[in-house]
Nanobody, 127 residues
């Protein structure tokens, strides 16, 4: 059973930093893509950053100069390092896994292809 558990959310002031963690378990396929998504109440979910098993990454335009996605395979954990946080980054952040042979080349944050999701961790940025 595939599981993803997010942690690291919290409340910070604008300009601050947080590191989110996504610890995964329950799969052995070495081919995977892990993505971070965020969603505000009443709004659509949006992709933030993605990483492949071989380290390729992708970012949404509004975070690519501030956020960094990385992974520690020994810990089965993917991180989202968030710097220079803005109030508009406030959202519930979810990690998701797309496991097996890739259906989309490279890293991506196309939610349709992610079939396993965590419960989310809240990030609140105050001005």
């Amino acid at each position: 059973q595939v599981q993803l558990v997010e942690s690291g959310g919290g409340s910070v002031q604008a300009g601050g930093s947080l590191r989110l963690s996504c610890t995964t378990s329950g799969y052995t396929d070495s081919r995977y893509r892990i993505g971070w998504f965020r969603q505000c109440p009443g709004e659509e979910r949006e992709g933030v950053a993605g990483i492949t098993n071989d380290g390729f990454t992708t970012y949404a335009d509004d975070v690519k100069d501030r956020f960094t996605i990385s992974q520690d395979k020994a810990k089965s954990t993917v991180y989202l390092h968030m710097n220079s946080l803005k109030p508009e980054d406030t959202a519930m952040y979810y990690c998701a896994a797309d496991i097996g042979a890739p259906r989309v080349p490279g890293a991506h944050v196309i939610a349709y292809y992610y079939n396993y999701w965590g419960q989310g961790t809240q990030v609140t940025v105050s001005s």
